[in-house]
């Protein structure tokens, strides 16, 4: 579920749309929370798609830890990817905003470059941008991603949640949340250790 102080529109012809706030959303604020209206496709259901749907989810899922296509059923499937985004992952269970958003400003997302199947050109026009995106083998970054999650974790701690009222209750990841709800620190598994929060 998206954050509901966003709105869909068009970056360019090029990247097309985009998730973009209303409203200040501030940091550490959930943006995003799978849920149970998402859909998880198995590789054998995508192969089996009509050409014209097997092109939509390799276009709008993402690929989880399981190598299942999980397909968002809101405007949540048009966060694009960016080299310096203004969210940051828990897993593949959320996306925290790592920065105070502004109304007008793109909700941006690291692409879980260990879930890409393919390279493609990244045009997000950050000053770090990297270019050309490619697979990305989950030891050279889990660092990174682990100190991030934590920092966006601690903040939000500290700001309301109104996304969190769709989350569910048991399940893989239902721990982080409720550890958000009670606004309790716990320590979240590295990256190294598997994706945390896995759907």
């Given at each position: 579920?998206?954050?509901?102080?966003?709105?869909?529109?068009?970056?360019?012809?090029?990247?097309?749309?985009?998730?973009?706030?209303?409203?200040?959303?501030?940091?550490?604020?959930?943006?995003?929370?799978?849920?149970?209206?998402?859909?998880?496709?198995h590789p054998e259901r995508v192969t089996r798609?009509?050409?014209?749907?097997?092109?939509?989810?390799?276009?709008?899922?993402?690929?989880?830890?399981?190598?299942?296509?999980?397909?968002?059923?809101?405007?949540?499937?048009?966060?694009?990817?960016?080299?310096?985004?203004?969210?940051?992952?828990?897993?593949?269970?959320?996306?925290?905003?790592?920065?105070?958003?502004?109304?007008?400003?793109?909700?941006?997302?690291?692409?879980?470059?260990?879930?890409?199947?393919?390279?493609?050109?990244?045009?997000?026009?950050?000053?770090?941008?990297?270019?050309?995106?490619?697979?990305?083998?989950?030891?050279?970054?889990?660092?990174?991603?682990?100190?991030?999650?934590?920092?966006?974790?601690?903040?939000?701690?500290?700001?309301?949640?109104?996304?969190?009222?769709?989350?569910?209750?048991?399940?893989?990841?239902?721990?982080?949340?409720?550890?958000?709800?009670?606004?309790?620190?716990?320590?979240?598994?590295?990256?190294?250790?598997?994706?945390?929060?896995?759907?």
């Open positions: 579920m998206i954050h509901p102080d966003t709105c869909l529109r068009l970056v360019d012809d090029h990247v097309g749309h985009g998730v973009f706030a209303t409203r200040v959303i501030p940091r550490g604020t959930v943006v995003w929370l799978h849920d149970e209206l998402d859909q998880i496709l798609l009509p050409e014209p749907l097997r092109q939509q989810v390799e276009r709008y899922a993402y690929v989880n830890a399981d190598g299942h296509r999980v397909l968002c059923w809101d405007h949540a499937r048009y966060m694009n990817h960016s080299c310096e985004p203004s969210t940051t992952s828990v897993g593949t269970l959320m996306e925290i905003a790592r920065r105070d958003i502004q109304p007008g400003e793109e909700l941006t997302c690291e692409y879980g470059l260990a879930h890409v199947t393919e390279a493609f050109e990244c045009r997000c026009g950050a000053p770090s941008c990297r270019g050309t995106l490619q697979p990305t083998n989950l030891p050279a970054v889990w660092q990174r991603w682990d100190r991030e999650m934590a920092e966006a974790f601690a903040w939000s701690l500290t700001v309301p949640q109104p996304v969190l009222a769709a989350a569910r209750t048991t399940g893989p990841g239902a721990w982080i949340v409720q550890a958000i709800l009670e606004r309790r620190s716990v320590a979240l598994p590295s990256w190294s250790e598997g994706v945390p929060g896995e759907t």
